[in-house]
């Protein structure tokens, strides 16, 4: 099969997408920071007067965190990935690299309170949300370990349902089993 031929059409594709993947990037981030919040607003209104529910809703904080951390990795690799794509196609197209970081140094800082340097605008969302989800991970295990004994308690009178409580995390273990492996390009 014949590699197609750069045009205009292929770098605007390219470039269509990569404005809709950073689109993307910071909706997704928005709507992980709505449930990220609710938790923590919801963590401290309820951790003194129910505690049970501090353990869950730290819980919860952490799975929307490390959701989050884990969107705007992904979201950061198709933002690169487009970039790539536009790069190659931009260069095949005029012969010249657009994207030449001479060209950036020629660019001279107003002042020294306001540097100019490349630095990525979505690199310290990736920072903040790596940060959350630690912060979401402490107030967990110090919820859970806090809690040690009860959860002991709990896990002793859970036993005599043994039975039921293996069918349950078996079925949990398939279902992520399937939904992890399913759809992955194997090259």
């Known amino acids: 099969m014949e590699k197609p031929e750069p045009t205009k059409d292929r770098f605007d594709i390219a470039f269509q997408c990569r404005n809709m993947e950073i689109e993307l990037f910071w909706k997704r981030s928005t709507h992980y920071w709505v449930f990220v919040g609710a938790a923590l607003v919801a963590y401290g209104a ?4 129910y505690p049970t529910i501090g353990l869950l809703v730290s819980c919860f ?3 929307a965190s490390t959701a989050w951390m884990l ?3 992904g979201s950061k690799w198709w933002i690169e990935n487009w970039e790539r794509k536009l790069k190659r196609e931009a260069k095949a197209i005029s012969g010249a690299d657009l994207f030449d970081p001479e060209e950036e140094q020629s660019i001279k800082s107003p002042n020294l309170f306001t540097p100019i340097v490349r630095y990525s605008v979505t690199r310290p969302t990736i920072v903040l949300s790596v940060f959350i989800t630690l912060i979401w991970l402490g107030i967990f295990l ?3 370990l806090g809690r040690w004994c009860e959860l002991w308690d709990f896990v002793q009178s859970a036993w005599q349902y043994k039975n039921a409580i293996a069918c349950v995390v078996t079925a949990f273990f398939v279902i992520g089993l399937l939904f ?8």
Do not use: A
């Not at 309820?46 to 007067?49: D, F, H, I, T, Y």
């Not at 992890?180 to 090259?187: A, E, L, M, P, V």
């Open 142 to 144: 110090k919820e859970s």
């Open 61 to 63: 904080g952490l799975i």
């Open 71 to 73: 969107s705007n990795i």
């Open 180 to 187: 992890f492996t399913r759809g992955k390009n194997r090259t």
């Open 46 to 49: 309820l951790k003194k007067e």
